[in-house]
């Protein structure tokens, strides 16, 4: 199960039982074809906890603490509500916050609470329900591939330019051809 993060309940059983035989933990990882670190660390939460993982409640959540807490979160959803607000600016946004919260928010964190919250308001004019969460997640995918810039993403911001053909060979180095378009504009 690599990768997986947590061993098969057979594995931890036999593991377990090997550490309370008192065997040693790389003997336990070569026969067994577990990884050294995993085994020294269910060894470490049997003594701690009584399991072989530690408990739900221990496990600390990863990344830079929110900005904002869920009331507030509630509190912008509500003034996003107002269609007049919907197309606002972000910088409207950080003044918002601003102004009735007394912090001071980037506008990328407001992007992203925008974006997360909209979706919310759209799924429940379309008459669905759509948890924060779920909308939350979906930002999250969608930067990450927008993040890769594929090539359906680039085909479809080609698709929106107009074609030019300035009669040189693309594998130019940009920078000649923005020189060699300038030149091409002082001769005409």
Partial sequence: MPGSGKQTPEVQSKIVEFLEAGIDPTTIHKRLKVGRSSVYRMKRCLQQY?????????????????????????????????????????????????????????????????????????????????DPAEAQEQVR?????????????????????????LGFDHDIDSRLQSEVASAALRVA
């Fill in 50 to 130: 009584g399991t072989a993982y530690a408990p739900v409640e221990t496990n600390k959540k990863n990344g830079r603490p929110s900005v904002m807490n869920a009331e507030q979160e509630k509190r912008l959803c509500d003034w996003l509500r107002d269609p007049r607000n919907q197309d606002r600016y972000l910088d409207d946004m950080v003044w918002f916050i601003h102004e009735q919260f007394g912090m001071v928010c980037s506008t990328t964190t407001c992007s992203k609470l925008k974006r997360k919250w909209i979706r919310v308001i759209e799924a429940e004019a379309r008459g669905e329900r759509l």
């Fill in 141 to 165: 995918l969608e930067a990450l591939a927008s993040g890769k810039k594929s090539e359906k993403h680039i085909e479809q911001h080609d698709a929106t330019r107009p074609e030019v053909d």
